[in-house]
């Protein structure tokens, strides 16, 4: 216990004999340190947006289909409304909210333009909890019911169609028999959408409407379900797939949009390799550091050995050494990192390259994320490696001949 | 600057270690430099190519508007002869005209809402890629044949093959209605689902017949011999448009925002990870510097008390500093090519790289080349961050006193 208290006193004193090298590589290490964090903030921050923008524009975190409509979006292709056991699991613990959905192609025509989209029929009271759309229709009103007769557009489809608010236009998809099942509607209102694709892929109307429209007595297309979080969707998946059966295809958010399952395992990685590679920047530095550290006291650890102190002393001396300074290191770069996300959290403004971010499926601000995972990782990865990299000075520092230490000029 | 040069080569390798460790640290930024800036290179230009190369061209002559209504009454009067007067005034016969339309395809079993393309067969393969990429039939032939292609997924989805017919029905330039009935003459993949669903392509002649466009058509698309040669040919066809006529001439960068801002933030990201390192390496330099110059106070007092000046010795000191640089760049370069070209037998690619390359136009393995720009930069910038690493620990030699200096421990 005595000798862990010297062999502390001793590393602290040596760091500070040497102030200026001290200073240098703790400005390194909360320069490293600062810049793993913030880097990884930014990131998480994209990611996780890009994720829960998803989640509410797919929407849901789970989807039921018909096992043929993945492949094949047609009409007949449905599902009957949700009862017995699979509205049972729907109503369970694990959902928060779902909502039942139309979803054809479509074609929209005003009087002067035509566009494909995707019709989506809705209950506006379940698809409150879960969908974008409904906070995001900021001209008009949203829906008042599922046989509402008006139709909801996005803002960017309004303008390429030449149509405005109470305007008529035309829907035009197919019904289970492919005739041509047509009807005209008026726009009550007009969403925006923080990504303009999609403003112009789909299109509201309510969901009996929509089955009157495409004569689907009861069927719907998709079952869309919100459970806690994105980040573990399995015991959701699990219960409402074992409620569906086999007939249904049950999907994960990473499964319906690959992109985005891809995006949030990459980042993971990279998380981890920026975090390392930036370690190893920092640690030729820190081995440079404790190796002139080491090699400017040989006479003094060479006189300590021949005092009767054990090189397991000398050893844990010098590992301590770096341990202190890499911690303080490490309490500087996270009070920096700290310190410069949380004023950015209200959102960084990237709206330069707003349509480039658009195509990586981001929006135009960013919001740094600084997640307790990461802190700890990245700290763990720091104090391990930098002990790994400090066992060979200290061990050499350990190895000494007395004698020849002692006498070296 | 023979003696200066030979004691500072001397100098260097007083303490091997460190200053293999030092340039160590060069040495692994400068590999990473050199391998991601070569592999970020070599990914923004096949990301821009591919994307051009399948649809988009490298400039188009459009209406004003087009770009961002793509409205069909936003039109180019005359558009063949036009596009003939191209290709004379060029010297180029990559030059093709098209129009587009939405329009309601139904096959006998589906229906979905396209985007219906004119095009002329006998240009159209000169300056995009799809036609190449017909796997099943064959492309139009004549400019009037009621004929089509469509992509692998709308096939699919719609349940036809070649041969089978495909009823259009849409709106025309003056919004009256347009129907025709064509026949599939052929079918394409491209890979990318999103282009394979989306659209099908007829004739021009056919389309400007069946969606009342008289001789009108929306692009005249042209593509260059090379990239860099965009802007010359940009203004060569702004002096060839008819004087009077208020058609525009958009470059790629203008038709497609969104590539280029998706390369500048990702570059804006990679920017901020790459100054990142290079600051790390300049303080490992500093600390290394400061302490080489620190511990030579005693020698440094003595030869300027002999009479050498303090800014002959700084020279020295920069001179250490950047031999060190010199050997931190070349072994840098050296191994980074050697990586590069390794990499480049077998080609590069990531777990998740296949939906990242679906969505960016990417092949799924990554051949970089060693190439001048990218290897130099990188390292170029290391070797100026280090120079000015030891800027602070050279002047601090002007401070120095001989005779205190000598006395120094």
Redesign the interface.
Known sequence: MRTAAVVARLAWRNLWR?H??TI??L??IA??VW?MMF?TA??RGMVNDMVRDAVKSLPGHVQVHNAGYR????VVNSLEMPSGELLAALNGPEVTAWAPRVRV???I?S???????TLIGVDPAMERDISFVTDATTTGRFLEGSADSGLIIGAKLA??L?TELGKRVVL???DPD?E?ADRGFRVVGIFDAKVQNLEEAFVFIGLTTAQKMLRIDRQIHEIAIAGSGFRDVAPLENSIAAAAGPELSVLPWFELD??L???L??MD?FVLV?IV??F???S??L???L??AV??RVREIGLMLALGMKPYVILSQIIVESILLLLIGLLIGNLLAWATVIPLQDGID?S??????????ASAVLYPELLLDDVIMANVIVVVLGIVASLSPAWRASRYQPIEAITKA | MGITLRLAWRNLWRQPRRTWLTAGAMIFSNVILVFMVSLQFGMYGMMIDNTLAVFTGHLQVQAPGYIDDKKMRQSIPDAVALGESLRQGLGIDTVAVRASAFALASSEERSFGVQVVGIQPDYEPRVSSLPGLVTAGRYPDSNDALEAIVGTVLARNLKVDVGDELTLIGSGRDGSFAASIVIISGIFDSGMADIDRSFIQIPLGTFQDVFFMESAAHEIVIKTADLSLVDGVVAQTESLVPAGSDLVVHDWDALNPGLKQAIQADLAGAWFMYGILVILVAFSVLNTVLMSVLERTREFGIVMSLGLTPGRLGRLVMLETSLMGIIGFVFGILIGAGLIVYVGINGFSYPGMDEMADRFNMPERIYPTVQMLPLLLGPTIVFVGTVLASLYPAARLNWLEPVQAMRAA
């Not at chain 1, 009087?111 to 989209?117: C, D, T």
Request: net charge negative; charged share 20%.
């Open positions: 040497n200026r090298r240098i590589m400005a390194a320069i490293g810049a880097m930014l990131m492949d094949d979006p047609s192609p479509a074609v025509s009087e002067r333009e035509s566009r494909g989209v303008d390429t030449d035009m998809s197919q492919n041509i690959a992109y399952g891809t995006m395992g990459v990685g920026w590679v930036v190893l920047a920092l030729f530095g081995v440079n550091t190796v002139m090699f400017e990237v330069m390259v707003a349509e480039g971010m658009e195509m990586f499926g």
